[in-house]
């Protein structure tokens, strides 16, 4: 897939805030409850941390339509499944009146660790964290989230992530500064 790299001007401080807004939520909820016995990760923002894979930006191929908004998990799959792309979900920011927003969503990614956004417009998107799922039992059927699921989310979190369920795309985080 040709894919044109979206220029952004300042990246890697995107994807610090990201970062920073995931790990933010995993100390708050390390405040407040403790990890269950038996399992590797409190919530689905420890799961990312762990797991979790930081992707390159590209505008979206000419030959894919934008999809509705609102619908990011479900658009994702759809694509990843008519595109031969790897549904992704996590975290990703936008840039909105000169503050970084973060929001739980969903996209594509291929297999050179491109985020590919089904749902939002071309450039909308500043930096991705996610998990690109290869096992598509964990692919979304309907508009909620992998990790908002909770009969998908709970092994995960219990269990973790086997590396069939999985792939090795995209850029792992660095350790904690």
């Known amino acids: 897939m040709d894919l044109q790299r979206q220029a952004e001007p300042h990246p890697r401080l995107a994807e610090d805030a990201l970062v920073d807004y995931v790990r933010a939520f995993a100390e708050l909820a390390e405040a407040h409850h403790r990890l269950p016995d038996g399992w590797r990760h409190l919530t689905p923002s420890h799961l990312l941390l762990a797991e979790g894979r930081l992707f390159n930006l590209a505008l979206r191929p000419a030959n894919m339509s934008k999809m509705p908004d609102q619908f990011c998990y479900a658009n994702a799959a759809a694509l990843a499944r008519t595109h031969d792309l790897l549904y992704t979900e996590g975290i990703a920011a936008i840039s909105h009146n000169r503050q970084t927003l973060c929001l739980p969503h969903a996209w594509c990614t291929d297999t050179d660790g491109t985020a590919i956004d089904a749902t939002?417009?071309?450039?909308?998107?500043?930096?991705?964290?996610?998990?690109?799922?290869?096992?598509r039992s964990l692919w979304p059927e309907d508009n909620r989230g992998t990790l908002d699921h909770h009969q998908k989310a709970e092994p995960l979190l219990r269990d973790g992530l086997t590396a069939d369920q999985v792939a090795a795309v995209g850029r792992p985080l660095a350790p904690p500064r």
């Open 120 to 135: 939002w417009a071309s450039g909308t998107g500043i930096a991705y964290l996610g998990i690109a799922f290869t096992d």
